[in-house]
């Protein structure tokens, strides 16, 4: 499956009321990531000893939420996943090349 036709099919299930594009999966997209980093949160304070058989398993659910939302995003805004890893990598691999992945700023 490439990215596009993930961001296809998550335009069938992206069921909200117009008037809130950008505003409801942004949203969303913020809850699902902290919910993720709630699970993550309580491995770390709970420890390996009360960690659930399925945590690999909830975080996943989790993260494919998160990818929903991204999906909506884009979306809404008219911009595809695909162009969004893209554009990612290629910023990653010019912080690599330049030795500026470590730091701050948006354009380092």
Known sequence: MTLEDYQDFCKTT????A?????YPALGLAGEAGE???K???LIR?????????WKEQIAAELGDVLWYCSALATDLD???GRVAKDNMNKLASRKDRGTIGGSGDKR
Not at 19 to 23: D, F, P, R, S
């Open 19 to 23: 008037n809130t594009k950008l505003m």
């Open 46 to 54: 709970d420890g390996a000893s009360k960690r659930p058989d399925d």
């Open 40 to 42: 993550v949160k309580k």
């Open 14 to 17: 992206a069921i909200y009321p």
């Open 36 to 38: 993720v980093a709630n």
């Open 79 to 81: 911009i595809s996943l």
